[in-house]
């Protein structure tokens, strides 16, 4: 039986994650693990545990409590709050994966650790980026991500670790909300476009990034980590794609559904980071290896989106 903890269980992805493997492994096989925040009803109907994963004792205590056998590892700082305090997000996201590793090749865990497009930078190529380029990303985060790739990479080859992950793209999602990324707009614009009618985006409407619906991340994610290990050929990180559409695409969607909605432009700091990553991302050996195949396109997203907000704001 598995017995699996997700780390930043009360995040943008645990937050649709944990339900997900819950209802597929059972409730009480699956742990969220929480740091400061509170976790919701939802996360709560299940079991909970709080620690720091940058403190590994704790973490031991967690993964012997519940005899754990795999981890899902998604704290971390992203990209704009890492550039508003680099030291902080080279701590937070390089020390707790470390001891996620560690503890993984004394106990013999499996491991789930995300990358994401911000490992790119302005000097790879920026359409159909493929899965072996230039990574010199701008970003702290970006660098955290490269080099937790490369340490994934190294537990794999030197201690026969079986870490697996994606490089997501920037993440739509209705649960709860993305903390401190670039492409938090794609998921503000809809919570302002219900609330306000209007919103204010901050970059440019002809800003391109790659981004996925999270029931599509989701699926990939755990599609990922239960496909057999001899089709696993990416130990540093698979790319992973859904769709590309810029800001003026992404408003006039919404608009098909609430015509009076208006999106003004003030790009701030963040415009610099989105112009160095990865407009469209070929994901081909991920698609070749396990079968990954996304499902939603822009218009398919946007209305559910728009649809389980309105439930909800
Ligand atoms: N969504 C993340 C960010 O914007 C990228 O992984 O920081």
Redesign the pocket.
């Known amino acids: 039986m598995k017995s699996i903890l997700v780390i930043g269980a009360t995040g943008q992805i645990g937050s649709d994650l944990v339900p997900e493997l819950r209802k597929r492994y059972g409730n009480s096989n699956v742990v969220a693990m929480a740091h400061k925040s509170q976790p919701s009803a939802e996360l709560s109907a299940g079991p909970v545990e709080f620690a720091d994963a940058g403190d590994k004792e704790a973490l031991l205590g967690v993964v012997k409590k519940h005899n754990i056998d795999t981890i899902y590892h998604l704290a971390s700082i992203?990209?704009?709050k890492g550039e508003q305090n680099p030291d902080l997000a080279w701590k937070v996201n390089m020390e707790s994966l470390k001891n996620v590793l560690d503890l993984a090749r004394e106990h013999k865990l499996k491991v789930f650790w995300p990358s994401?497009?911000?490992a790119f930078g302005p000097t790879t190529p920026r359409d159909k980026t493929p899965q072996r380029t230039v990574l010199e990303p701008g970003t702290m985060?970006g660098v955290t991500k490269v080099a937790g790739e490369l340490l994934c990479n190294y537990y794999f080859k030197k201690y026969g670790v079986d870490v697996r992950g994606l490089r997501?793209?920037?993440?739509i999602s209705y649960k709860a909300l993305?903390g401190?990324?670039?492409?938090?707009y794609a998921v503000a614009i809809f919570y302002e476009a219900l609330k306000a009618k209007r919103y204010e985006c901050f970059v440019r409407e002809d800003t391109v990034l790659p981004m996925m619906y999270m029931p599509d991340a989701i699926k990939g994610t755990i599609q990922l980590m239960e496909a057999d290990a001899s089709k696993i050929t990416i130990r540093t990180n698979y790319n992973f794609a859904g769709i590309s559409f810029s800001v003026k695409e992404l408003a006039n969607e919404i608009k098909k559904h609430i015509p009076e909605f208006t999106c003004t432009y003030k790009p701030d700091f963040r415009q610099a980071i989105a112009d160095s990553w990865p407009r469209s991302i070929d994901d081909s050996q991920a698609r070749k290896d396990w079968g990954w195949k996304h499902e939603y396109d822009l218009a398919k997203m946007t209305k559910d989106m728009l649809e389980k907000l309105r439930e909800k704001v």
């Open positions: 992203l990209s704009a994401s497009i911000a985060y997501y793209p920037g993440l993305p401190g990324g670039t492409t938090d």
